[in-house]
């Protein structure tokens, strides 16, 4: 009977195509034993019964296969806190962290502030804005009902009775009066598809990863229905594509024409975020 340890070896070796082999095949193995990190290094000498050793390798196959951990599993890490997700959303990713570090930082002192997170996936950007703003009153929007319903999971789960889900195109639905709006809209261009990697553009969906043919499409809808509902001394976030900066600081400048416009950075150098501030 094949331990803990062999298992991981094995895991190790069959998703060597993965940029992270060692940890995919640990949080298989933790999703199957229904144990943690610290268990299985703890006893990795154990004989892992017979039924959780054939689900393990379904598993690795599903993985060595090219779908994404996440999906697997059914959940992902984002910030503090851990998301369920499903392949009807985005899976979190840690460049889209940075936007919400600024955002905190931003309404911290703001108190009684109003939010919209645009295009909310799981959910993942309004839970977190919740749960750090206490006193923030937060919607988030998705145009996709299958979306909204794994939202409204993570929400019931970590923030529960703390955000408003609406299903409405972008900001169609939203009044006017609003502090701050966030969006990490989809904003991959048509012609990067082939680009991709296999996990994405297999298992992620569509309507979360594609702006059109140059990736902006969503940017020239959204940013003068923003202008119409951010208040003045507000602020805006949108995550974008790190070859958009100037693009989208261009479109931003046609809708807001007097505001402060900035591009940050993400952790890899690469531009991540504007930020409007009118
Ligand atoms: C890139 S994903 C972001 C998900 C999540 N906010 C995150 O950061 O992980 C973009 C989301 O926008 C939604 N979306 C696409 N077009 C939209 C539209 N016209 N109006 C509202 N949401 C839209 C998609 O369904 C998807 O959930």
């Known amino acids: 009977m094949a331990t803990i340890r062999d298992a991981l070896r094995l895991g190790r070796a069959q998703l060597h195509e993965s940029p992270s082999p060692a940890l995919d095949a640990r949080l298989l193995l933790e999703h199957v034993t229904a144990r943690d990190h610290a268990y299985l290094v703890a006893h990795d000498d154990e004989p892992m019964p017979d039924d959780q050793s054939a689900e393990y390798h379904r598993l690795l196959d599903r993985a060595a296969a090219h779908e994404p951990i996440p999906y697997i599993v059914g959940h992902a890490p984002f910030l503090d806190l851990d998301f369920i997700v499903s392949p009807d959303v985005l899976i979190p ?89 966030v969006a990490n809209l989809p904003y991959i261009a048509g012609q990067e598809w082939p680009t991709l990697p296999i996990g994405v553009k297999s298992y992620e969906p569509a309507l979360a990863l594609f702006g059109g043919p140059d990736g902006l499409n969503l940017f020239r809808v959204m940013l003068p229905q923003a202008a119409e509902r951010l208040n003045l001394g507000g602020l805006l976030l949108l995550e974008i594509g790190y070859q958009q900066g100037d693009a989208v600081t261009s479109l931003a400048r046609t809708s807001f024409p007097e505001a402060k416009i900035s591009v940050e950075a993400d952790f890899s150098d690469l531009d991540r975020i504007v930020v409007i501030r009118p």
């Open 93 to 181: 990713r840690p460049e889209t962290e940075q936007l919400v570090e600024i955002a905190i930082r931003w309404a911290r002192e703001r108190g009684r502030v109003k939010v919209v997170d645009v295009g909310t996936g799981s959910g993942c950007i309004a839970v977190s804005l919740a749960r750090h703003l206490p006193e923030a009153e937060v919607v988030a929007v998705d145009i996709s009902a299958r979306a909204l319903a794994v939202a409204g999971e993570n929400i019931a789960r970590h923030v529960p009775g703390r955000v408003h889900l609406v299903q409405g195109d972008l900001l169609g639905a939203i009044a006017p009066g609003q502090d701050l709006i």
